[in-house]
């Protein structure tokens, strides 16, 4: 997966980094003297009962289960759980708040997306001298994605390449070949159409930056990068504009439809055939045997389509768990971190209520095992998300990229329209996070190719 490592072909290799932690200091603004006050955790802790209370807020799917298991199974360390909103639906916010509160708890819920972004608060402690042992258990990009700046400031759970789920029933019968590639998946939905004017072979979210990220994360195009102590912006760069130029031919040719998903009528275009497939990740597995239990047997999983004969693909999704910079019980809370990442009770726990894909390589065996993989036909689930987990090219987030999703939506909200295109939409998109980046103070260069 990973076109960034000589060691390519090696999974449980490390990946190289090409942040330094003097590029973050110069070029992150806000870090001040607490992103100084990382290092090896220290021995402080506050106990009740005998045991060592550990705050943590998430919103994972299944945490309840996983809390309840990691308290039963030792009585050193008590995790007590907070339920709060998804990420990007408040949990962010409220994270970001109690750490300038100094009030946060002890471990935080951090999509990988947005890491760089709370690094930046200084909330975060600097976790590189307790648990850089576990790097090579880790798939490489995983690892990769909770370093930026050189240093380890969270652990990862999961991790969720992309992946396209298709109406087995629908191409077997109209004698449609699952697509390789891009230029395939055109055919294919040129296919679906003359099959049924209705029908379209997905939908492409305007709604979703991250979507977007995802596919120009496979054409091999960060948007963010550091040079020479700069942050380098390039959400218009060639393989970002590769992808937007192939998606507007698709929503303008009416090949593909362009709108929202994770809708009721959505969901519905599925079951019935007017969506013959869904460009998603790891995460659709459960989504779709939750959503759509009586199409069992009906879909099938294969890898997303390529560029050529490139077979990266891209990331959607995946979460990962760092400690407070001011937890009084930081060992505790590594404790159960640890546990959390790579524990073999993990994904059996999470085999009975989501779909687990997890981060560490040897639950990665544990997860196939376990789960019962019996909604799905065509290809084992686990064969063809495993080799996409192993075909993911370097990426960079920057310390913007929740705003920018925000904005890469409100942007192409008009497209379904006619009023604009993808490709315009991204070049304001590239102008109004470089100018959002500089009025926070970040030093930075406008990568843009126009």
Same mark, same amino acid.
């Given at each position: ?201 997905? &939908? ?165 095992? &376990? ?80």
């Amino acid at each position: 997966m990973f076109g960034y490592s000589s060691d390519a072909g090696n999974i449980g290799s490390t990946p190289r980094t090409h942040w330094s932690r003097r590029s973050l200091l110069r070029t992150s603004a806000g870090l001040g003297t607490a992103l100084l006050a990382g290092g090896a955790l220290t021995s402080c802790s506050s106990r009740t009962s005998g045991a060592t209370r550990v705050r943590l807020w998430s919103w994972l799917t299944g945490m309840d289960q996983y809390v309840a298991a990691f308290n039963s199974s030792q009585r050193d360390v008590h995790v007590e759980l907070s339920v709060i909103a998804a990420g990007i639906s408040g949990g962010y916010a409220q994270q970001t708040n109690a750490i300038r509160a100094h009030n946060a708890p002890d471990i935080l819920h951090v999509e990988y997306q947005a890491l760089p972004q709370i690094v930046t608060t200084g909330g975060l402690r600097d976790l590189s001298a307790d648990v850089d042992d576990l790097a090579g258990g880790f798939l490489p990009a995983a690892w990769q994605s909770v370093r930026p700046g050189g240093k380890t400031w969270a652990v990862p759970m999961d991790f969720c390449p992309m992946a396209f789920f298709y109406r087995k029933d629908l191409f077997d019968r109209a004698g449609i070949q699952v697509p390789r590639t891009w230029a395939d998946f055109r055919q294919a939905a040129s296919a679906v159409r003359k099959v049924d004017r209705e029908a379209r072979i997905t &939908t492409f979210p305007l709604n979703d930056g991250a979507f977007l990220a995802g596919l120009a994360w496979q054409a091999g195009d960060p948007w963010w990068d550091i040079a020479s102590d700069s942050w380098r912006v390039g959400i218009d760069g060639p393989g970002t504009m590769r992808v937007a130029e192939y998606w507007q031919d698709m929503i303008a040719s009416g090949r593909a439809a362009s709108g929202a998903t994770g809708t009721q009528s959505w969901t519905s275009a599925m079951h019935h055939g007017r969506l013959w497939g869904m460009l998603g990740a790891t995460w659709g597995v459960g989504m779709l045997q939750k959503s759509l239990p009586a199409d069992k047997d009906r879909w099938a999983v294969a890898p997303l389509p390529g560029w050529a004969d490139d077979p990266s693909t891209g990331v959607w999704g995946g979460s990962a768990f760092g400690v407070s910079a001011e937890s009084e019980a930081p060992e505790a809370a590594l404790t159960f971190l640890r546990w959390l990442s790579t524990d073999p009770a993990v994904p059996r726990i999470g085999a009975e209520v989501t779909f687990p894909s997890p981060a560490y390589l040897a639950n990665r065996e544990v997860a196939r095992t &376990t789960y019962a993989d019996d909604y799905f036909a065509g290809a084992p689930i686990f064969d063809v998300l495993d080799e996409a987990a192993t075909r993911v090219p370097e990426w960079t987030w920057g310390p913007t990229s929740l705003s920018a999703f925000a904005t890469i939506a409100d942007a192409l909200g008009p497209v379904a329209t006619g009023a604009t295109t993808i490709p315009r939409a991204l070049h304001e998109v590239q102008s109004s996070t470089v100018a959002a980046m500089r009025a926070r103070g970040l030093a930075v260069t406008d990568g843009s190719r126009t």
